[in-house]
């Protein structure tokens, strides 16, 4: 099961993300590398094709996101590197898991903020863009303020590795 294979790099990547708020270009490579290495193993030429649609459709899943902000370029490059193991279908439904997961990190964070109280709350914040949607029909962006907790850094690997193991346990027969 070439799927597998990028356990490891994901894990690594969650923790190094953790710990400094980065993935190292070097894992990312080397990951990369190990991918479109099984692939051609496993499946010849077809398998380093599927590799390059994975990698590009990996890439291009968390590219939007990076350029607006959202997450970081390292997470970008992490989905890329991980569509080298599981194709281009696989790493769409993965990345699609990987951001539900990440939505619900993210409402816990903001939920956070109700229960501990020596962080600024985003509700307010929430609420006043929902209130001017609602009232003139157009969205208004209002950036968290410092120290709020939606404000802070979230290290998104830690969503892409629990997204495409949930894919990975999925994809396993019960039988």
């Known amino acids: ?9 994901v894990v690594f990547a969650a ?4 710990k400094s708020c980065r993935i190292p270009n070097a894992l990312i490579l080397a990951g990369a590398a190990v991918g479109f290495l ?12 599927a590799a390059t649609y994975g990698l590009l459709v990996g890439l291009a899943i968390l590219l ?3 350029l607006m ?19 281009p279908v696989g790493v769409l439904q ?6 539900f997961v990440g939505g619900i990190i993210a409402m816990g964070f903001a939920l956070s903020a109700l229960i501990l109280r020596h962080s600024i709350s985003p509700w307010e914040r929430y609420s006043l863009m929902m209130r001017t949607l609602v009232t003139t029909g157009r969205p208004l962006y209002i ?8 404000g802070k850094k979230f290290p998104f690997a830690v969503s892409i590795a629990l997204g495409t193991t949930t894919w990975i346990v999925w994809q396993w027969p019960l039988a």
């Not at 923790?15 to 953790?18: A, G, L, S």
């Open 64 to 66: 939007p996101g990076y």
């Open 38 to 49: 099984l692939q051609g193993w496993a499946a010849g030429a077809g398998g380093v094709l």
């Open 94 to 99: 993965a990345a699609l898991i990987s951001i």
């Open 143 to 150: 950036p968290p303020a410092k120290g709020e907790v939606m």
């Open 69 to 87: 902000g959202f997450t970081g370029a390292g997470d970008a490059k992490l989905m890329a590197a991980i569509g080298t193991f599981l194709g």
């Open 15 to 18: 923790f190094t993300d953790i």
């Open 1 to 9: 099961m070439i799927e597998i294979g990028f356990i490891p790099l």
